[in-house]
Every structure is written in structure tokens, then in C-alpha cells.
């Protein structure tokens, strides 16, 4: 039987909670025997989540999982991968399309087909100030709506004045939210989206090589993933992608590392060896979290952090992406070059070691590659207020090192 761990730890959803039964609790389901944590991937196999988090067990108190050994990654129908020398993940929303604008319009529409309205305070809207600034301080679209709402109350329905007061009732408007708006992202990605400079390009050198698994990561849900990738990055594509994810089939979503240790275990590379493209503070801590190395390739942003600061191993121009043409910058033989033990990340230029620096915005909204920061781990949450994430994440300080 596979069980849903969010019913044995109800803080799972949000990332706060360690997912895991107390060893002397007792099941539900009879017997006494404590449910295992399992999580579905997008090849329908059942996996445990202990056998891909190294912080699990140690957070569950449970013995340790065996890991596989050897072999190579499971080669996906029309995949040449054989033996990896590394991997190269791929996020989707604001890394292979710019969706971040398409996102905060779908959500709008969705907020006014249900008149929503928070009683004392009107109508809900998102602006592009303010989905910026939730884009970099929250995973997933449920867990953005219920960040909102918990911080500036809960809505209701067509304009009225009865607000979900349970959580099984806020959960109902949540899921009805974002239902409504899958289908309103959908049709926007239908008529306006396109892929960002360099990303197919990267993609398709991937796959021509045998010696790189290639995957995608997304926290989005299915069904606005699926539109987008078969949109976008089409099926001959996708089927020949190693590791393809979204945000449904893992228990918990970004900035918790979960998927993306769940990517390192099924193309089997240690996790210096898999280098993550995101766009997002969120994906960044996400990667971080599972130890890997993390190219940044930022959105025209009104709230850009600094990435450098927080551990990226390079910046991209937010104009030029990964670059196409004459502004190519990451190819895949400067990424990984050949009989190289570890991945390159000086890609010449200002995009080198010594010149990527950090991102800045500066006159004009142009983006400016000054000398790197001092590191200061930190970041905006939605309300403005700076918060240092070692004060949430026990583990933050001893990923980071």
C-alpha cells in the first residue's frame, strides 16, 4: 500500500517537519508497523525517500538504507546515455521558458473567476512587485497561495464573507485555485510561450552526448509541466531525457532538496558530479541542498538576489540566458570538459571565474558583474522582512560547507 506521508506529518508539505513517523508510533493501518515513506516518480516506480536523502535517516533516527551500487543510469526509451561522466538538470519554469509573468497572470485569473476577496481588505491580486519577490521565497504554487493567505488572511468565494476555517476546508480552496488555474496556464503557454536563449541548444548537446545524463526538475504541477515541456521542448526530446520530474511526484517541494536527490540516484553520479541550470533563489537553496553545483540563469526580475552571495557558481546575463549565436556562453564542452574529474564554470569572458561576480541590478535595470559579494546567507521574504535561513534550517550550515 502506498501511503501519503503528509497524513503522519502534517508540517510535510510545508518543509518543516522531517516527513517521518516517531519510532514508537503506532499505524493506523494495523499492526502496529509504522507506514513507509514512499514516493511515486514519473516512471511510476515506487521509491524511499530514505534511500535518496542522506539527511533522512539521520532526522528519522531510522538505519541507514542501502544505496545501489554500480552500474549506470537507467537509460530512458530512445536515451544513448552510458556511464555518465556527470548529469545536467534542468529546471523548467523561468529556466527553459520564461513562465514567471505567465504564472502571476494565470494565478489572477483564477483569483478573479472565483471573486476572490479577503473580507477588510478586497480583491486578490498579485502584482509583478510582489510575485517577484514570492517567486524567490516560496516553492510550488500551492504552497505560494497558502504563504499568502496565512499572512494576510484567507478568502473567500465570489466576494462573500465566509473564509475556510479548517484545514481540510482551506486545502478544498487551494486545490480549486490552483485546478482553475492549471487550465488558465495552459491556454497562455498555448498562445505566448517560447523557449529562453541557449537552453534547447544546451539540451540537444546533452543528448548527443552518451557520456552526459540529462534531466528536468520542475516544482511545477504535472499538468502545467506537461504543457509546457511538450510545448516547448517537444516529445522526440523528451524521450530521449534521462530523468524527467515535476513538483507531484515528490513529497516535498523545492527548496527542499528531495527531487533533485531523487534525479542523483536514478542517473547514480554523486551529486559534485550533477550540475543544476535554475533561475530562482528556491531552485538555488534546492541545489545546494543536495550538494550539487548551480549555474544561474536569472528572469527580468524587480527583486534579483544576489546569487553569488548564495553559493551559485555562476551568473547569467538576464538578457542572454545561456546565450545562442554569436552570444553563446555555456556550451556543453566548456561545462564538462573532455577527461575532465569535475565541471568547469569559467566560461570566459565576464562570465569567467575571476569576472562572473555577482549579479546586480544597475542603472537602467542592466545587469552588472562586479567583483563577488562577502557571502551573507540571507533572503526576502514576500513581506520585506530579511531573514537568515540558518534560523529555519538545522541542516542549512552544514550543506552550505
Known amino acids: 500500500v502506498t501511503y501519503d506521508p503528509d497524513q503522519y506529518d502534517p508540517d510535510a508539505n510545508s518543509g518543516r517537519g522531517s516527513g517521518f513517523v516517531p519510532s514508537g508510533a503506532v499505524s493506523s493501518h494495523g499492526g502496529g508497523v509504522r507506514p513507509s515513506r514512499v514516493t511515486r516518480g514519473a516512471d511510476g516506480v515506487v521509491y524511499d525517500p530514505d534511500q535518496y536523502d542522506a539527511d533522512a535517516n539521520q532526522r528519522s533516527g531510522g538505519d541507514v538504507v542501502p544505496r545501489p551500487s554500480g552500474g549506470s543510469a537507467r537509460q530512458t526509451e530512445g536515451s544513448n546515455t552510458v556511464d555518465p561522466r556527470f548529469a545536467l538538470l534542468f529546471d523548467c519554469d523561468g529556466v527553459i521558458v520564461e513562465t514567471e509573468e505567465l504564472h502571476r497572470k494565470a494565478y489572477n485569473a483564477s483569483f478573479k473567476h472565483f471573486g476572490l476577496t479577503i473580507p477588510a481588505s478586497g480583491k486578490v491580486e498579485w502584482s509583478v512587485e510582489y510575485y517577484d519577490v514570492l517567486a524567490n521565497t516560496v516553492g510550488g504554487g500551492k504552497p505560494k497561495m497558502r504563504y499568502h493567505f496565512d499572512n494576510n488572511g484567507w478568502p473567500a468565494f465570489f466576494g462573500g464573507s465566509q473564509v475556510p476555517a479548517s484545514e481540510e476546508q482551506k486545502s478544498k480552496m487551494v486545490d480549486a485555485l490552483q485546478d482553475q488555474k492549471t487550465e488558465f496556464y495552459k491556454e497562455i503557454v498555448e498562445s505566448t510561450a517560447t523557449a529562453r536563449p541557449g537552453v534547447l541548444r544546451l539540451i540537444d548537446e546533452a543528448i548527443a552526448a552518451p557520456d552526459i545524463a540529462v ?22 526530446r523528451l524521450a530521449r531525457l534521462d530523468v524527467i520530474m515535476a513538483g507531484d511526484d515528490v513529497t516535498r517541494k523545492k527548496p527542499d532538496p528531495l527531487i533533485y536527490n531523487l534525479a542523483r540516484e536514478k542517473v547514480n553520479l554523486p551529486s559534485s558530479k550533477c550540475v543544476v541550470i ?119 550550515n552544514r550543506r552550505s560547507r
Open 215 to 236: 534531466g528536468i526538475c520542475s516544482a511545477a504541477t504535472k499538468a502545467g509541466f506537461l504543457k509546457v515541456v511538450n510545448s516547448i521542448v517537444g516529445p522526440e
Open 278 to 396: 535554475e533561475d530562482s533563489l528556491v531552485g538555488l537553496r534546492a541545489a545546494m541542498g543536495a550538494d550539487m553545483p548551480c549555474v544561474i540563469t536569472p528572469c527580468p526580475s524587480s527583486d534579483v538576489p544576489d546569487f553569488k552571495a548564495h553559493g551559485a557558481k555562476a551568473v547569467m546575463d538576464v538578457n542572454v540566458g545561456l546565450g545562442d549565436g554569436s552570444t553563446e556562453v555555456v556550451t556543453l564542452a566548456k561545462l564538462f570538459p573532455p577527461g575532465a574529474e569535475a565541471p568547469n564554470f569559467d566560461f570566459g569572458g565576464r562570465y569567467g571565474s575571476s569576472g562572473a561576480g555577482s549579479y546586480s541590478s544597475s542603472g537602467g535595470g542592466q545587469p552588472s558583474y562586479g567583483a563577488a559579494a562577502p557571502v551573507t546567507r540571507v533572503t526576502r521574504g514576500a513581506d520585506g522582512v530579511v531573514y537568515d535561513p540558518d534560523q529555519f534550517d538545522a541542516d542549512a
